[in-house]
């Protein structure tokens, strides 16, 4: 009975996979290693079976930072009323070419 | 007027946008979420068994390497699905528990037994036919995790039908006893196979529910059909037939029509009585009580490196 314990108490690395040169790392889901080479070993044997990836990064799941969706609205508002950031937002005329 | 979390979540399944790790959602929606996910990790986990016990006696060397590279998938399934339903706020190992302990369930198609080489055939081409069938729709899942660890499995769940189709496919053009197993394997595959999409539309109770939630998709009765439907062409290819004397063409509809299934036999097996229940169930707690100082040693290796690297700095 000694088992739940040990699990229980590893913690949780979320992996990314970089799939060929020239592509950035993505994250592809999370596992459970008691440290950073069981979980970079695991991340390969469960996440890159079939050469999905030329580089992994796993990353201590608590050290990660995360924008709360509650608090979506104003957290993200600076953006919303900023039409004029897109390219599409100006009037030109159709015999312009190359803009 | 700022909306309710949950007109926000309402609005997010209509549009048929993806719910994510931390937004609000309805505590029954969570719920048969973790049910749901646990149950179909169990089923990868446990799946791995009627497999992996023909591993050592796979007629050749390709045969083994590639046996032995499905069963770890299903490994690998088990485990991108424990890892979504860890985002609803559950825990592996208590899952495993509840597994362990006969609380939760898994597919009862991992009830029955392998008796000869071909079932590893017949399974690769139905069971794991039938699972794809299932799972398709499961990669437009309103929750995200699920929906991206389904997208992942359903890629490599294609080798898998196709190495089993071929199994048969080598068998049934093979020596006249190769075809006769080839077929009495097709025999005890078929019908539990089709109960592998539940129990008929009508008495599925739970299934609009999930519907309106956009976890399901088509209801059993619709993936059951397509899954004939697919099916029995293929069987065509085989060489092999079906065990169902009522099996037709449909001219007015393309429709492939099959007898009625035996329903008492599918509650049966899923409480309990199949034949190998017990076995499965029994053969998973050893494993994980026989693996338990690996696991430890892991921890404790990890301990000592953690200790010493603080001790240098
Ligand atoms: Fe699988
Ligand atoms: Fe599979």
New binding site residues.
């Given amino acids: 009975m000694s088992e739940p314990r040990s699990t229980q108490e590893w913690p949780l690395w979320e992996v990314f996979v970089r799939a060929r040169r020239g592509l950035s790392h993505q994250h592809v889901g999370s596992l459970h290693a008691p440290d950073a080479t069981m979980a970079l070993r695991n991340a390969r044997d469960i996440y890159t079976r079939r050469s999905e990836g030329v580089s992994l990064w796993v990353v201590p799941a608590a050290a990660i930072v995360a924008s709360s969706p509650d608090e979506k609205d104003e957290f993200f508002d600076p953006a919303g009323d900023k039409a004029y950031r897109h390219p599409t937002f100006y009037d030109i005329p159709d015999e312009v070419q190359h803009l | 007027m700022t909306p309710t979390p949950e007109q926000d979540f309402d609005a997010l399944v209509e549009s048929d946008q993806r719910v994510e790790p931390r937004d609000w959602m309805p505590e029954g929606y969570r719920k048969t979420l973790v049910r749901q996910i646990a149950q179909h990790a169990h089923s ?1 986990i446990i ?1 791995m068994q009627p497999e992996g016990n023909w591993i050592g006696r796979a007629p050749s060397l390709r045969r083994k390497a590639i046996l032995l590279a499905k069963v770890q ?2 490994a690998g ?1 088990g485990l991108y699905l424990y890892s979504a339903a860890e985002t609803l706020g559950v825990d592996r190992s208590e899952l495993l528990d509840l597994l362990h302990a006969g609380k939760q369930r898994y597919s009862s198609i991992f009830n029955y037994p392998t008796l000869t080489w071909a079932d590893m055939g017949a399974i690769g081409w139905l069971v794991d036919g039938a ?1 794809i069938v299932n799972q398709v729709p499961i990669c437009r899942c309103s929750y995200g995790p699920y929906a991206r660890a389904m997208v992942r ?1 359903c890629k490599e ?1 294609s080798f898998h039908q196709r190495q089993g189709f071929e199994i048969l496919h080598t068998l049934s053009h093979g020596t006249p006893a190769q075809h006769e197993m080839a077929q009495d394997a097709v025999n005890r595959w078929w019908w539990p196979s089709l109960m592998m999409f539940g129990p008929p539309d009508d008495q599925s109770p739970n299934s609009a529910q999930s519907m309106a939630w956009r976890i399901k998709r088509f209801s059993n009765d619709e993936l059951r059909q397509k899954f004939v439907d697919m099916t029995v062409p293929q069987s065509q290819v085989l060489g092999l037939t079906p065990p169902d004397p009522d099996l037709h063409l449909d001219e007015e509809t393309g429709h492939w029509r099959f007898g009625e299934i035996d329903w008492s036999e599918f509650f049966a097996v899923l409480k309990g009585d199949g034949p190998c229940n017990q076995d499965r169930i029994e053969h998973r707690r050893r494993a994980h009580d026989e693996g338990a100082w690996v696991r430890d040693a892991a921890s404790a290796y990890a301990e000592k490196h953690r200790a010493r690297s603080e001790g240098v700095a």
Wanted: hydrophobic share 25%.
């Fill in positions: 990868e799946g998938d299903e399934h699972a499995i769940e």
